[in-house]
C-alpha cells in the first residue's frame, strides 16, 4: 500500500482542523474506556466540588497543550520513526482529553476560555522541538511528561478520598505520562538543558494558575 504525501498546504489545513476540534468539538472519541466509568460520584461539599472542578480544568487545558506539543513536533520531526512514537502518544493524550472533558461536565464546570492561547503556544513550542532535532524533540517529551507527573501527584494530594471518577482518571494519566517519557527516553531523547526545564517550569505554573481562574 502506498503511502500518501500531503503539500505543506494539506498538512497546514489538516492542523487547522485537528486545532478545532481539540478547541471547540465535542469530546473526542477514545481508544480506552473511561477509567472513571462506573464509580460512584461521591459525597463533595460546594467548596470541595468547585475545587476538583477547577483541577480538572487545568488537566484539561493540560491534555490541550499535550494535543499541540505532539501536533508540533510530529509536524517537523525529521524521522518516521519519530513521527509515529510522537502520534501514538498524541493519541493516548486524546483520551485525557476526553475523560478530562467528561468529567468537566459532571461536575457541571466549563473549560478554560485561555485554551486557544495555551494551544497555540504550545504547538508553537512543540514545532520549535522538532525543527531542533529528534533527539530534543523527544528529550522535549520526557521533561514535559516528568513535570506533569509530579503536577498529577500534587493534584491526587487535593483531591478529595471519596472523589474516586477523579482520582481514577488522574491515576491513569500518571501511569500514561510515565510511559510516555520512558519511550521518549529509550528512543533518544536527550537531556534538556537547565535553562530550558526552568522555562518550561515557569510556564506551567503560569498556565495552571491562570486557568483555575478563567
Known sequence: MSTRHY??????????????????????????????????????????????????????????????????QALTARLPETRHRLERSAQEENDHLAWCETRLRELDDRKSLLNPLWYAGAFGLGAAAGIAGDKWSLGFVVETERQVEHHLD???????????????????MRADEIHH??????????????????VMRWGSRLMTRSVYWV
Open 7 to 72: 503539500t505543506p498546504l494539506d498538512a497546514l489545513l489538516i492542523q487547522g482542523d485537528r486545532a478545532l476540534r481539540t478547541l471547540f468539538g465535542r469530546p473526542p472519541q477514545t481508544e480506552r474506556p473511561n477509567p472513571a466509568a462506573g464509580l460512584g460520584e461521591g459525597d463533595l461539599g460546594r467548596d470541595q466540588r468547585r475545587h476538583v472542578a477547577r483541577l480538572m480544568r487545568i488537566n484539561h487545558t493540560g491534555e490541550v497543550c499535550a494535543q499541540a506539543l505532539y501536533q508540533g
Open 154 to 172: 500534587d493534584h491526587l494530594e487535593q483531591i478529595p478520598l471519596q472523589d474516586e471518577k477523579s482520582r481514577a482518571i488522574l491515576e491513569q
Open 181 to 198: 517519557a520512558q519511550v521518549a527516553r529509550a528512543a533518544g531523547g536527550a537531556e534538556l538543558p537547565a535553562p530550558v526545564r526552568r
